[in-house]
């Protein structure tokens, strides 16, 4: 069975605090994600990683950086976090597979910032 | 701008009848689709995909209709059943580097 876990399931966090999620993939895939998901809004891509090393912005990554040191983890970080980033936070993964698009996603952090 | 979304919020159906999920998207370069569902505390999972050069794909219990003319797309679902009470996303794939946008979900319940 392939997995994607994330760390934590659960978060509480004070404003200005510095925040880490983590997420590990088990299936050797080239490629990983990190979506927001808020009521209304649907899944918005924050980062994404196609290579180790590698990072490129998403739709809304104010506010957030990422990590990418092994192929099987990617990391979200949070370098002073604000209520506005409460949210559910999503990673997934997917193999190297030119225009195909299924997503292999954990499932999710929910982060309260207080 | 371009985006991807869907008709209505919420669909309320019965056991036992069939569901039709609806979305629109407008970005004419997409060339895959993919509908996902998302149970409660849990995270989206891939439930079938179609390409820009069909018009349906059936899966089990499950169909996917493309009408590329109005830029439409439809998730059918076969004698609802509890199981598939749950936020369904449409996503379309555009690019070499196959980035999804995802549409905000509809919540679909099921009355026994």
């Known amino acids: 069975d392939v997995k994607v876990t994330q760390s934590s399931r659960y978060l509480v966090k004070r404003t200005g605090e510095k925040v880490f999620l983590e997420c590990v993939q088990d299936m050797d895939h080239e490629n990983m994600f990190w979506y927001r998901q808020d009521p209304g809004l649907g899944l918005r891509l924050i980062y994404f990683s196609y290579d180790v090393k590698m990072k490129e912005k998403g739709d809304i990554p104010e506010g957030y950086s990422v990590s990418r040191e092994k192929k099987e983890r990617f990391s979200l970080i949070l370098e002073s976090a604000s209520t506005n980033q409460t949210s559910m936070y999503l990673c997934?993964?997917?193999?190297?597979?030119?225009?195909?698009?299924?997503?292999?996603f954990g499932e999710g952090s929910r982060l309260t910032v207080l | 701008g371009e985006s991807v979304g869907l008709h209505l919020p919420t669909l309320s159906v019965q056991e036992g009848d069939n569901s039709i999920i609806n979305c629109a998207y407008s970005?004419?370069?997409?060339?895959?689709f993919i509908w996902y569902k998302q149970e409660s505390g849990k995270g989206p999972q891939f439930i079938i995909d179609?390409?820009?050069?069909?018009d349906k794909r059936q899966g089990q219990r499950v169909t996917v209709l493309l009408n590329k003319t109005v830029k439409h797309l439809s998730l059918q679902i076969a004698a609802t059943q509890p199981g598939d009470s749950a936020v369904y996303f449409c996503?379309?794939?555009?690019?070499?580097?196959?980035?999804?946008?995802f549409g905000k979900g509809i919540t679909l319940s099921v009355r026994p």
């Open positions: 997934a993964s997917s193999p190297w597979r030119a225009g195909t698009g299924e997503l292999f």
């Open positions: 179609i390409r820009s050069n069909m």
């Open positions: 970005n004419s370069a997409s060339d895959y």
């Open positions: 996503a379309e794939v555009t690019g070499a580097n196959s980035k999804l946008t």
